[in-house]
């Protein structure tokens, strides 16, 4: 984080950040076995079993799971299986996994997938609903598949941690925006997006209702954000790129601007996964009751 972003963003994170991390890290991840052999494609569903306690033998794009899923640090062994919307099907064939989790949107061929392993789909993001209902019902669905599995009360307490929380906060106006490389446009995120239904259930209002695309975030200037300037700003910590994201903002006047800035309504979270499953929308949750609970 930049050194001058204490002065513009809320205290509340350093206290919140450490404790974010605890609730979702697995104790200690089963290593594969005959039973437990996914292949994942779909990120929410690697988070989703990694906190079951289940290994994956193999996840797409390891590297940027990695990076967008810190607190899983017990990964040896995994086998990265190449991009997301292209993944090698070779490497995925060695494996021998014995189920294949596949994002509900992708376009990669069900029967080229279903000739090395059944597929099963993950519709938490893209798919239209509610993502938080979504990831509820796919970590059941988890549970169904992997009754054995070592963590299942981590995933269970998570999903009583979220049902206490539904609707607990004062319908406080925000927008939820992640930060780009420049510092002249932002993705602001709304309905179909994990955020977005994070905070509504959290009992928060999304101030921004324009149009989104199918995952529910939108590519926008900054000055739009003039728009709903009596809104709360919450940005959405991926880190590294946001930490230098905030350094180029330093020299837009355009955010300096903004009544939130100006008046230290802008709230930086904890790293959270914005295309996650249910641990992470527990994790944002309970940083949503921490930050706002108790403002005015």
């Known amino acids: 984080m930049p ?11 350093a206290v919140f950040g450490a404790a974010a991390t605890v609730l979702v890290r697995p104790r200690q991840s089963i290593a594969g076995t005959d039973q437990k052999r996914p292949a994942v494609i779909d990120w929410a569903a690697a988070e989703t079993l990694l906190t079951m306690g289940i290994k994956p033998v193999g996840i797409a794009d390891l590297h940027g799971f990695r990076e967008t899923f810190q607190s899983f640090a017990n990964l040896q062994g995994v086998t990265d299986l190449g991009s997301t919307w292209e993944p090698n099907l070779e490497y995925m064939d060695r494996l021998k996994p014995d189920a294949i989790y596949l ?17 099963r789909l993950c519709s938490i993001h893209g798919s239209g609903g509610d993502p938080v209902e979504r990831a509820i019902e796919f970590s059941r669905t988890v549970l169904s598949h992997y009754p054995e599995a070592e963590q299942r009360d981590v995933m269970l307490g998570a999903q009583r941690r979220l049902a206490d929380m539904q609707r ?21 995120y709304a309905a179909g997006s994990l955020p977005d239904s994070v905070a509504k259930h959290s009992g928060l209002k999304n101030a921004w209702t324009s149009d989104v695309n199918g995952f529910g975030f939108s590519s926008i200037g900054i ?21 230098n994201a905030l350094t180029a903002m330093e020299d837009n006047s355009l955010w300096a601007g903004l009544p939130a800035v100006r008046e230290g309504r802008v709230h930086l979270t904890q790293p959270v996964s914005i295309f996650g499953g249910l641990a992470s929308a527990t994790a944002l949750a309970e940083w949503f ?8």
């Open 168 to 188: 607990q906060l004062p319908p406080r106006r925000i927008v939820l925006i992640n930060l780009h490389g420049t510092n002249r446009f932002v993705n602001i």
């Open 3 to 13: 050194e001058c972003a204490p002065a513009l963003i809320s205290r509340r994170l």
């Open 223 to 243: 000055e739009k954000l003039m728009t709903v300037s009596d809104s709360d700003i919450v940005i959405l910590n991926q880190g590294r790129l946001t930490a």
């Open 103 to 119: 994002p509900g949107w992708s376009a990669i061929s069900r029967p080229q997938l279903e000739s090395i392993a059944p597929v």
């Open 289 to 296: 009751s921490a930050t706002f609970s108790d403002a005015s």
